[in-house]
């Protein structure tokens, strides 16, 4: 054992990288944020401020909420090694049994919310099933969940609008954190709330970081890991303090917050996390290890589809109607969100944090191009433009 | 005779590592060169940089072949001018024929047509060359590894070849093909084609290199001329390891105790063609502080007998029962196999083993991930901690533990699969040819860790094709063939004869 040591010693130490190289090193991570910053700025500049005024700002969260909560699933999704093309269709469907329950059966809305996300999650399983224990590709298998829903949609509406919902269940999307002591139109609960989060992302940080000095592993150079604390705390503590000045945090930001919170705890730190990616980047051998792989790619989907019922409970909401068209192409702006992101469509690969950065990408654009006038079609070009060059410089930047 | 190929300090860098530093490597005109070195010293790399897959300025040094500087941008521009190299992992499109994979890339085509009976021809042709005695119609997932390493060799015949490079062509191949294949060399330097041959069975080396460039760390420390003089296995040892190595096989004295695992009247079949058994219900048993080793020949059904047993992970209609310290127990499934005790470590690394886009922390817990955690949150720094005590007492290789496997030396992968299972702490450890492509130290390493695993209690179950390592190991050796067991020996009665024997006999029987 010993006599080996020599050849060991011959070996770089394990150097403490500089901060250019720890960027290089990390530069997708960063990259991503950075891309994400530059785009805001670049529409805030070209809409002459509008982006960021409190009123567009809600609207901005409001609109994206739905697909930011859908990506988190669909990234569990595609690290596992597979796709989800029926989202849209299953936020349609759910939103649509929402309206049928509650305006016209009558239902009250809390077991009718729960009963609407037992359907999305039922809707997940079905299609799961097939995937995992059948080894029925997902794009098929989504593919023809996409069209049995839009469908089961349209029959369940009989092709009408149907509306309005209870007062109480349009507060899933159009509420706002009540305001205990109002200053001067300044939404103090809320702000204290934003606060209160930037200073528990800054403490979970700084306890992380004391961990990995602690077994010498941190390799994030202390300058980075400050102005990185002090960017994001300022942001968040900006965006509240801007929200604050309108109507406060709207309920459903609050709900994302917390589901990401919870996936991107569930992707890094649990067991059920590291054997998704595990088993996205080599079935086999996870299987090998003892995982099992079929339940796990089953519950993959049931969770996607919990969560596409959420989503189709929350835009049914900010409409306040459920229309045969809702959903429409969801899928579309949730698998590029992932893809943004940095997923690998081969699978075991991605973060949630990319996902929902890459959500927030999308969701600045639609909105800044919307503000700016430009027509539906070139939304369109420009998006799919922007999918490509994003996957581009993440596959280029792999290969250099 | 001139030199065909001169490489001059030659460096390569990867983030974090230096794999080369300032190496030569002289081949001469049809010689069979070899190179050796230990895992992760950087051969494979130094191949690399030869045949362009790491292009020209991705590296520092002159490349020199027949007497011009070469600067290749791309593999093709190194084949253009006769290097050929035949990877460590074998790169055969599985469903496409022996035919199609030949020409894959140069198919010889009339205006984007297939000339399909030259290609038939001409494969006939290749396949009489290299003895390879299959249609050239054969899908490539029909032929077993020793008949794959085959094509590839035919493949690199059938463009113009003047220097072919082999990394580790015969790590999973039988003693017969190994054979074969070293003899294929020879035929191939009478006809003027130099070779570069590397490997970490010296045996072979000793046999058909004229000369032997050893490598450590990244640099040539010697080259040996084995024209001049015979050079023994010991004097290679000493060359790559950096000291002399007194024994292969670390001394054990067993203590062996009762059986752990039982097996009785095992019977799998195919999982594809049911109807085929594959394993003629067998049974055997292995006993606490036991190394039991199965000999066999590639095919004879060792490792899909280890795979059904672990979980069923092959086969179909699998039959029998299992023991575990006198319990029967369920091994139906691969976590219920693992709960009773079991590890099976893969032959099949790269597919079957790692994670390979994930790093080896990662990999190391994967099959015991509550031995890291808290309910079911993980604790990295925990997890830290287990995968760097493996690198240590494995000596595996690697920048930091936070390496992705996909960029480790092909040694040090197996390592990390080894890791993973040590990990689990199983009380019958299955291993699946172990040492296959393992330099000569760490081999020793991974026998000490055998032998401290029978120390400890536990039984450990060793299938291998190098009849040598068996022999200096198990203490019991049980004969596979077609399915069935057809000898056992005790480590006194045990010899190369006898086994093989017991083979060739039980196939006549068959036949006769
Ligand atoms: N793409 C890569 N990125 C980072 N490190 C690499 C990469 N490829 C190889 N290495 C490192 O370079 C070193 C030399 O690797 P190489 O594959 O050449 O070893 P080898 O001598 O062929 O070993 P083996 O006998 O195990 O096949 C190893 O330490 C390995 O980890
Ligand atoms: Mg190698």
């Keep these: ?400 | 005779m001139g030199a065909i190929l001169e490489m001059r300090g030659i460096s390569k860098s990867f983030p974090g590592v230096k794999a080369l530093s300032n190496v030569n490597l002289t081949v001469e005109a049809g010689e069979i060169h070899a190179v050796v070195g230990e895992n992760g010293a950087g051969k494979s790399t130094l191949m690399k940089v030869l045949s362009g897959v790491y292009p020209h300025g991705s590296y520092e040094g002159d490349i020199v072949f027949d007497g011009e500087e070469r600067r290749f941008r791309t593999i093709a521009d190194s084949e253009k001018i006769g290097i050929i190299i035949i990877h460590q992992e074998l790169a055969l499109v599985p469903l496409l024929s022996i035919a199609e994979n030949i020409f894959l890339g140069n198919e010889p085509a009339r205006f984007g047509v297939i000339d399909r009976s030259f290609v038939f021809r001409r494969t006939q042709e290749l396949l009489r060359k290299v003895g390879l005695k299959e249609s050239p119609d054969t899908l490539i997932t029909n032929l077993g590894v020793g008949k794959q390493q085959l094509v590839e060799i035919a493949k690199a015949l059938s463009k113009e070849v003047r220097l072919l490079i082999l990394d580790e062509p015969t790590a999973s191949l039988n003693e017969t093909d190994s054979a074969a294949l070293l003899d294929l060399l020879l035929e191939f330097k009478a006809h003027g084609i130099a070779s570069i041959l590397i490997s970490h069975k010296l045996n072979e080396i000793s046999k058909v290199a004229d000369r032997i460039t050893v490598i450590r760390d990244g640099a040539t420390v010697d080259t040996l001329d084995c024209r001049a003089e015979a050079i023994s296995e010991d004097r290679i040892i000493r060359a790559m390891v950096g000291r002399p190595l007194a024994d292969r096989y670390p001394p054990r004295t067993p203590k062996i105790g009762e059986p752990i695992l039982s097996v009785r009247d095992w019977r799998v079949h195919h999982p594809i063609h049911q109807d085929r058994v594959v394993i003629k219900g067998v049974s055997f048993h292995v006993r606490r502080g036991e190394v039991l080793g199965i000999a066999g020949l590639m095919g004879a059904g060792r490792t899909e007998l280890a795979m059904s047993l672990f979980g069923k992970a092959y086969g179909k209609r699998i039959s029998g029962s299992v023991e575990m310290e006198g319990r029967p127990v369920d091994v139906s499934t691969i976590e219920k196999a693992v709960d009773a005790g079991l590890a099976y470590v893969t032959e099949d690394r790269k597919t079957l083993g790692l994670v390979l886009a994930e790093d080896i922390v990662k990999n190391v817990t994967l099959a015991n991930l509550p031995g890291v955690s808290r309910g079911t949150v993980i604790d990295d720094m925990q997890e830290l901690k287990v995968a760097n005590s493996y690198r240590q007492s494995l000596a595996i290789r690697c920048s930091s533990v936070y390496q992705q496997t996909v960029n480790l030396s092909g040694g040090n992968q197996q390592k990390v699969v080894l890791s993973k299972w040590l990990f689990s702490g199983p009380k019958v450890l299955i291993l699946d040819e172990p040492t296959r492509g393992i330099d000569v130290g760490a081999k020793y390493e991974i026998y000490s860790i055998i032998n401290k695993l029978a120390d400890d209690g536990k039984a450990v179950v060793m299938i291998s094709s190098e009849m040598p390592e068996l022999l200096g190991m198990c203490d019991r050796i049980l004969v596979m063939n077609e399915g069935a067991f057809v000898g056992e020996f005790t480590a006194a009665e045990a010899s190369q004869e006898a086994i093989m024997r017991s083979i060739m006999q039980s196939t006549m029987k068959k036949t006769g």
């Design chain 1, 1 to 400: 054992m010993d006599q080996r040591a020599p050849a060991q010693a011959l070996q770089p130490p394990p150097s403490r990288p500089s901060g250019a190289g720890f960027l290089q090193s990390n530069i997708r991570e960063y990259g991503m944020m950075l891309s994400l910053f530059v785009i805001m700025v670049l529409f805030e500049v070209l809409t002459n401020g509008t982006l960021l005024k409190p009123l567009n700002l809600t609207n901005l969260i409001l609109q994206n909420s739905y697909i930011v909560i859908m990506a988190l699933g669909m990234l569990l999704v595609i690290v596992a090694g597979h796709i989800d093309l029926s989202v849209g269709s299953v936020v349609g469907f759910v939103g649509a049994l929402a309206a049928v329950m509650m305006v016209q059966w009558d239902i009250h809305y809390v077991p009718a919310t729960i009963a609407c996300l037992a359907v999305g999650a039922l809707i997940g399983a079905a299609q799961g099933y097939w995937v995992a224990f059948f080894k029925i590709p997902s794009f098929i298998v989504t593919l023809a969940g996409m069209l049995v829903f839009k469908g089961l949609t349209l029959a369940l509406l009989a092709g009408q609008s149907v509306g309005p919902f209870p007062k109480e269940f349009q507060l899933l999307s159009s509420g706002f954190i009540p305001d205990l002591f109002s200053v001067q139109g300044l939404k103090v609960t809320s702000l204290v709330i934003g606060l209160a989060l930037a200073a528990v992302m800054v403490m979970v940080n700084v306890k992380g970081r004391a961990t990995q000095v602690k077994h010498g592993v941190e390799n994030e150079p202390f300058g980075f890991f400050v102005a990185k604390n002090a960017i994001f705390a300022g942001l968040i503590v900006y965006f509240a303090y801007l929200l604050s000045s309108y109507k406060g945090l709207p309920n459903v930001l609050i709900v994302m917050a917390l589901l990401i919170g919870l996936y991107t705890f569930v992707t890094n730190r649990t067991t059920i996390g590291r054997r998704i990616y595990a088993l996205g980047g080599n079935e086999k051998a996870a299987r090998l290890s003892g995982i099992k792989t079929e339940r796990l790619t089953f519950l993959t989907f049931v969770n996607m589809g919990l969560l596409a019922g959420l989503a189709g409970l929350i835009f049914a909401a900010r409409l306040n109607t459920a229309t045969p068209k809702a959903g429409l192409g969801f899928e579309l702006d949730v698998i590029a969100a992932c893809f943004i992101g940095g997923a690998s469509a081969s699978g075991g690969v991605g973060k949630v944090i990319g996902a929902v950065i890459g959500a927030f990408v999308m969701g600045v654009m639609n909105n800044g191009m919307s503000i700016l006038g430009v027509g539906i079609d070139y939304q369109q070009v420009i998006k799919g433009l922007v999918l490509l060059a994003a996957v581009f410089l993440d596959v280029y930047n792999k290969n250099k």
